[in-house]
Structures are given as C-alpha cells and as structure tokens.
C-alpha cells in the first residue's frame, strides 16, 4: 500500500531555516501505507510527525544533511579514518576536509546547516500543533515524544559541529522571528536534555507488527541521550541511561557482524534506529536513502555504483587486529572478491584501493531493484554494540573498570565467532589500559559509521590523532555558513578565529 502525506509550510529563511512539504512518506515496514492525511487518527499530527521520518531520509527535504555529502563531510571525512574523494573533480575540495582549512563558503556547510534547521523547523511545527489543539490522548504523547526526539538529535548534531549555534524551540511565523542570536552550549545541551527525557518516557519499549518497524523507540532516546553525556563527559548518568538500555531486554548482538549492513536482514536484533528506504522490483516505487551511493565504487558499466566519496583511508586499516573478520566486513578492497563472487577492478573509473563495504550491496539485489545506487539501503544510526562500548566507557571513567571488560568480551566475542584464535579477552588491569582498550574497540567495531570524529574530539585526542594533517583546536568546530550570517545584519557572530 502507499501512504501519501501532503503537508505544505510557508518557507522562511532568514538562517537557511525551511519549513518545507513533506511528500510521499514511506512508513518504515518494507512496504509504504496508505491514507490521505484527512484519514489518519489524530488528524494533522500524525502526518506532520511522520514527515520528520520523511525529511531525515529523503534529499531535498533534509536527507541531505543527514545522509548524504554534506553529512559526511562533517561527520566522516574530517576523521582519520577516511578520505573526501577519489574523484578528480573534487580535488579543489582536500584542503577543506582532509587539512582542516575550512571553508565557511563551503556548499555543503551551508546545506548541512540548512537541512538541520529545516528539519528542526517540522518538529516545531508538529509540537505547536499538538499544543494549540491540547493533544493529550496516548496516540497523540507518542507523536509529540518522536518530534522531541527529532529535535534532540538534530540540536545534538548542530552543537557538537558549531558549538553555540541558535536555539529555536517554537514554530517561526516570519523570517524576523527565525533571526536570533545563538545560544550557549549549556542552554542547548538543557534543551536536548528536557527532549529526550520526554522521549525516553513516553515512546514505546517496542513496537508490534511489522508495520512500525523502524519507528522510534524508548531506546533510541535513551542511546541517544547516552551519547550526549558522554560528550559531556557525564560519564554516571551514561552509565545509568546505558545500562538502561542493556536491562531492557530488547536489543542483542546479531551474531553475524555483516548482517548488520544488508539489506535483506536490515532492522535486526541489534538495530535500535535505522534511516528506511524501499525500493520495488524493477525500481517502479523508490523511497531512496542517498546514503549508499556517495561512497561506491566510481566506475563504469557494472562497476558503475557511485561518486568515489567518503573513502575509507589505511589508517582505518591498519587498526584492525590480524585476523579480525570485521576487516572485510568494512572494508571492500579494489582487485580482491566482492563476497558475491565477483572481483573489484584494481582499476575502476577512478582508482582507489578500499571502498566501503558496509555501504555494498548485492549485485543481484541491485538487478531486482534497477538501483546500481543502491539507495534501497537503510542507512544504520544506532545499534546495540555502540550501546554496550559507550557503558563500559562509563563505567571504567567511573571507576568501575571490572565492570566494563565484560561490556567489551560481548563486542569482541562476536567478532570472533568460532575462531578462538583471534582477538582475545582483554581483561581489566587498569583505568588507563582499558580505556584504550575501548577506545581502540570503538574504532574497528564502529569504522566507517560516522563516530570517530567525535569520538576523537571528546576523548581530547584529535589534536594528537589528527595534528599532522593540520588539526587545532579551533577545528573542533565548523565555522558558520558565511551567507547565514552576513543575512542576520549582524545578530549572528561567527565562531571564533573564523
């Protein structure tokens, strides 16, 4: 069935805040529902926070900025596990993403930027909505708690990248409401907080029937709110949002690694927030993720996959213990098999010598689907080994390093499957060994999944990681958009020695 949701907003722009339509929404089972927006219980509500979904995943309605180019750029590429591009015509780009010479110029600076206001811009709208009209029905909780979360995770992205950056919590009417001054780190970070507390209270543990797979749940707030302390270095209130989720009884590893990144067994026991595509045989009805195709293989005719984006870089590499299986569940190596039987060629259209595997799919899929893009694919947020690495990094800062190497053993243990003669238990013997320990376990079990970055970042590490490619200290944050502040006359300050 399909479900079409037509929603209109005024645009508004004064900081590149929109707020947009939300078209043809796909509802997370596979398969799209179907109603008109008049039909759905709780009237405009329903819709309006089912477009969030909508605008997280579909470019041009804010996908951009959490999924494609502009996203990785900010997220990825500035890590040491990864490279801007293999593409020659991007080549006037390596300064500002491989050497940290930032650009506050930059397209996808501005579109980044853009799509989180844009998509900050629905949820207020949804929770004016809901407020106006006084929903307090359950239905209606639920709605409101999925906005919050939204709102959360689109203000979480934005602080960790500009620091202060404006702090809009009401629908904007006109274009001088949007034009505010920012905001403090800590008035953001109390919004957040109030936000997902919210959403962890009052959306469900789970969902039942397939319908609603991939909507937001109970445990997505509180990962995500795990991930906020962290970054604050409120390391007892992650533990206690971590083990939260651990005792909740829910999520468990998927005891194949790779499983976790193909299509035909996306939404497994081990995801907690998956971006969802659909695509029909023969690609007649598509619901695309751009999440895929930036990082594929820049080739020609059946190695025509994607731009050559996004690539994983030796570094990466070499951080994966002899024998880890995860290797080449990352890693797509040009001039080795695909795991489909087919070859790489060392040589394809633009030559690199890894891809990322994580992002690869079945040739035969891709057939199915007439998508050599690929956009089919989910695009993971949160799985349940990132939940389990973040609470044994409280509970060692804590103090409590007895406790965190068994979290660790479960992560480790299910890269090892069968092979006991690889990466071995790692007891506690010390703080400072086993955060290293963690540290190093975040990097091969997460690799190419958009932490490292951040994770240098909060660990105080990012100088030293990435100092000889021209990191400082003020690169931990981006400059704003230049367009965005010369257009608020003067309200907007650019971040410092920008």
Not at 39 to 64: F, I, K, M, T
Not at 135 to 155: G, M, P
Not at 162 to 183: C, D, F, M, W
Not at 230 to 255: C, E, K, M, W
């Amino acid at each position: 069935m399909k479900k079409i949701i037509n929603i209109s907003w005024s645009i508004l722009s004064a900081i590149s805040i929109f707020i947009m339509f939300s078209g043809c929404q796909k509802f997370l089972d596979r398969k799209p529902l179907s109603a008109t927006l008049n039909d759905l219980p709780g009237g405009g509500l329903e819709g309006q926070v089912l477009g969030l979904y909508d605008a997280l995943r579909q470019n041009g309605h804010g996908g951009d900025g959490f999924n494609s180019l502009p996203f990785m750029c900010m997220h990825e590429i500035r890590s040491d596990d990864a490279i801007y591009a293999v593409d020659p015509g991007a080549a006037s780009y390596k300064p500002w993403l491989d050497q940290f010479k930032y650009d506050k110029t930059a397209w996808f600076n501005g579109l980044y930027w853009s799509d989180h206001y844009a998509v900050i811009g629905k949820a207020n709208t949804a929770l004016q909505f809901a407020d106006s009209l006084k929903l307090t029905d359950s239905a209606s909780t639920v709605f409101v708690a999925e906005a919050r979360f939204v709102r959360a995770y689109s203000y979480f992205d934005l602080v960790r990248t500009y620091g202060q950056v404006p702090l809009l919590t009401k629908r904007v009417y006109n274009s001088a409401e949007a034009n505010i001054p920012k905001s403090s780190e800590a008035d953001i970070y109390k919004q957040i907080d109030e936000d997902l507390a919210y959403a962890s209270a009052h959306l469900p543990l789970t969902w039942k029937g397939t319908a609603y797979i991939g909507r937001l749940t109970s445990g997505a707030a509180k990962t995500l709110q795990t991930k906020t302390y962290l970054f604050r270095h409120q390391y007892p209130q992650a533990l206690a949002t971590g083990n939260d989720i651990i005792n909740s009884g829910v999520y468990s590893l998927n005891p194949n690694y790779s499983a976790n990144f193909n299509y035909s067994t996306s939404n497994g026991p081990e995801s907690i927030f998956e971006y969802q595509a659909y695509g029909s045989p023969g690609g007649s009805v598509r619901y695309d993720v751009e999440w895929a195709e930036p990082q594929l293989v820049r080739g020609s005719g059946d190695w025509n996959l994607g731009w050559g984006w996004n690539i994983p870089d030796k570094p990466l590499i070499n951080a994966f213990e002899p024998s880890d299986p995860r290797l080449n569940a990352t890693i797509l190596f040009s001039g080795k098999n695909d795991g489909y039987g087919n070859t790489v060629p060392d040589t394809p259209t633009v030559a690199s010598p890894y891809w990322n595997k994580k992002v690869y799919t079945d040739p035969a899929l891709r057939k199915t689907f007439a998508d050599n893009g690929s956009h089919f694919l989910n695009h993971v947020i949160y799985r349940y080994a990132d939940v389990l690495l973040m609470t044994a990094e409280a509970a060692n800062e804590t103090g409590d390093g007895a406790t965190a190497a068994p979290l660790l053993e479960q992560v480790r243990a299910r890269a090892r499957g069968l092979n006991t003669n690889t990466l071995p238990p790692i007891p506690f013997v010390d703080q400072a060994q086993m955060r290293a320990a963690i540290q190093h376990e975040r990097r091969v079990e997460l690799g190419m999944e958009s932490e490292r970055f951040f994770d240098l970042v909060r660990w105080g590490l990012a100088v030293q990681v990435l100092g000889p490619a021209g990191y400082t200290d003020k690169n931990r944050y981006y400059p704003l958009p230049q367009d965005v502040v010369t257009q608020s006359n003067g309200v907007l300050v650019q971040n410092p020695d920008y």
